[in-house]
């Protein structure tokens, strides 16, 4: 949604929602920032409801729930406006049909009368019935005039109507299905862009999943701070859109997940695309709050899906992930795709690592 808060009453806002957010457990970052604003600013009492609860039982909320939060009451509620802003364009729309009907029967009126009228004027007539079909004429033409001005007249409105409903359509959607943080879709619009390529005849058959995380991220936060944290977000989802096309789909799920659909894919394409954005990210430089690049360590682990017969966007989702715990289970830093010899391969000795991401 659009806040409406000018500088003064923002600031207001931010004294107060900061010593809230510090008493959880969850990073301090945008996601968390907006429960805490909304909830301060009164303007979402369901969400409210359940963060005085949290608050009064002293139950700190961690990453997990600060997600669920947000996609309860915030998304969705961004769903319900983009809907309803659908819902009344399309009113709109039915009523400016309504009216472009009205006039067509109106014109048939019209034309009936002149077609009546000429039919009398093909009859010996005296001068009082010319008079008579005159008067007539001009009745019928006044009406008509009348009519097709009114017409006019609400089908302009329609117009006006329609261009402000539509930029209002595409900010609220813009809102509801994109992450603010990377400008990737958010998972809502991940999911809902996937399922309207299945509806539209593409088949998971022909199709890729990937699953890709960053390697180590809590520690990363936790070690340079959660702006260098949001600034590797953001760089990764600038290396998935650089490195996508055409009809492919890249989101990020939540947290340090992001996900990618690409089209029209072989396990081999597929394989080398998840390498060539994994190596991209590795090589990649994050410049740190002290000026110097953090390079080399921020890595991303991938899993990869090949879609098969009978494939769901869940059996995708859920094979990808069994990819990607494989690759963090072999050392991360690397791509796994599902059914591959490598799944097979456990790390042992010195070379075995937690698979906690």
Same mark, same amino acid.
């Given at each position: 949604?659009?806040?409406?808060?000018?500088?003064?009453?923002?600031?207001? @806002?931010?004294?107060?929602?900061?010593?809230?957010?510090?008493?959880?457990?969850?990073?301090?970052?945008?996601?968390?920032?907006?429960?805490?604003?909304?909830?301060?600013?009164?303007?979402?009492?369901?969400?409210?409801? %359940?963060?005085?609860?949290?608050?009064?039982?002293?139950?700190?909320?961690?990453?997990?729930?600060?997600?669920?939060?947000?996609?309860?009451?915030?998304?969705?509620?961004?769903?319900? !406006?983009?809907? #309803?802003? /659908?819902?009344?364009? #399309?009113?709109?729309?039915?009523?400016?049909?309504?009216?472009?009907?009205?006039? @067509?029967?109106?014109?048939?009126?019209?034309?009936?009368?002149? *077609?009546?009228?000429?039919? #009398?004027?093909?009859?010996?007539?005296?001068?009082?019935?010319?008079?008579?079909?005159?008067?007539?004429?001009?009745?019928?033409?006044?009406?008509?005039?009348?009519?097709?001005?009114?017409?006019?007249?609400?089908?302009?409105?329609?117009?006006? =109507?329609?261009? @402000?409903?539509?930029?209002?359509?595409?900010?609220?959607?813009?809102?509801?299905?994109?992450?603010?943080?990377?400008?990737?879709?958010?998972?809502?619009?991940? =999911?809902?862009?996937?399922?309207?390529?299945?509806?539209?005849?593409?088949?998971?058959?022909?199709?890729?999943?990937?699953?890709?995380?960053?390697?180590?991220?809590?520690?990363?936060?936790?070690?340079?701070?959660?702006?260098?944290?949001?600034?590797?977000?953001?760089?990764?989802?600038?290396?998935?859109?650089?490195?996508?096309?055409? *009809?492919?789909?890249?989101?990020?799920?939540?947290?340090?997940?992001?996900?990618?659909?690409?089209? /029209?894919?072989?396990?081999?394409?597929? $394989?080398?695309?998840?390498?060539?954005?994994?190596?991209?990210?590795?090589?990649?430089?994050? $410049? #740190?709050?002290?000026?110097?690049?953090?390079?080399?360590?921020?890595?991303?682990?991938?899993? %990869?899906?090949?879609?098969?017969?009978?494939?769901?966007?869940?059996?995708? @989702?859920?094979?990808?992930?069994?990819?990607?715990?494989?690759?963090?289970?072999?050392?991360?830093?690397?791509?796994? !795709?599902?059914?591959?010899?490598?799944?097979? *391969?456990?790390? %042992?000795?010195?070379?075995?690592?937690?698979?906690?991401?």
């Amino acid at each position: 949604m659009r806040y409406t808060h000018d500088r003064d009453q923002s600031a207001e @806002l931010l004294r107060l929602a900061l010593p809230l957010m510090a008493k959880q457990s969850a990073a301090l970052h945008p996601i968390s920032y907006t429960l805490w604003y909304e909830h301060v600013a009164g303007i979402n009492p369901q969400l409210s409801a %359940v963060l005085e609860a949290s608050l009064q039982e002293s139950l700190p909320l961690g990453e997990d729930d600060v997600y669920d939060l947000h996609a309860r009451y915030i998304v969705a509620r961004d769903m319900e !406006v983009l809907e #309803r802003l /659908q819902r009344k364009l #399309r009113d709109v729309l039915e009523e400016a049909a309504q009216s472009a009907a009205t006039t @067509l029967e109106d014109s048939g009126q019209f034309s009936a009368a002149l *077609r009546a009228t000429s039919t #009398r004027l093909s009859a010996p007539l005296d001068l009082e019935s010319v008079h008579s079909i005159i008067a007539e004429l001009a009745r019928e033409t006044t009406r008509m005039q009348s009519a097709t001005e009114a017409v006019r007249e609400r089908l302009e409105s329609r117009a006006r =109507e329609v261009e @402000l409903l539509t930029r209002q359509l595409e900010q609220a959607q813009s809102e509801a299905l994109l992450d603010p943080l990377t400008g990737l879709k958010n998972r809502r619009g991940y =999911e809902r862009a996937v399922r309207e390529l299945a509806a539209s005849g593409t088949p998971f058959r022909s199709s890729a999943l990937l699953i890709a995380d960053i390697d180590h991220f809590k520690e990363i936060n936790d070690k340079h701070g959660h702006l260098l944290g949001d600034k590797i977000l953001r760089a990764i989802g600038q290396t998935l859109q650089a490195n996508i096309k055409g *009809r492919d789909v890249a989101g990020r799920l939540g947290g340090d997940e992001f996900a990618v659909l690409l089209q /029209q894919t072989s396990a081999s394409g597929a $394989r080398s695309l998840a390498e060539q954005i994994r190596a991209a990210v590795a090589a990649g430089r994050i $410049r #740190r709050t002290d000026g110097k690049d953090l390079a080399g360590s921020v890595t991303l682990s991938v899993g %990869v899906a090949i879609g098969g017969n009978g494939d769901t966007l869940e059996s995708m @989702l859920a094979r990808a992930d069994a990819a990607l715990y494989v690759a963090k289970r072999n050392g991360r830093n690397q791509v796994a !795709v599902n059914g591959e010899p490598s799944e097979e *391969r456990v790390a %042992v000795g010195a070379e075995r690592v937690a698979a906690t991401r």
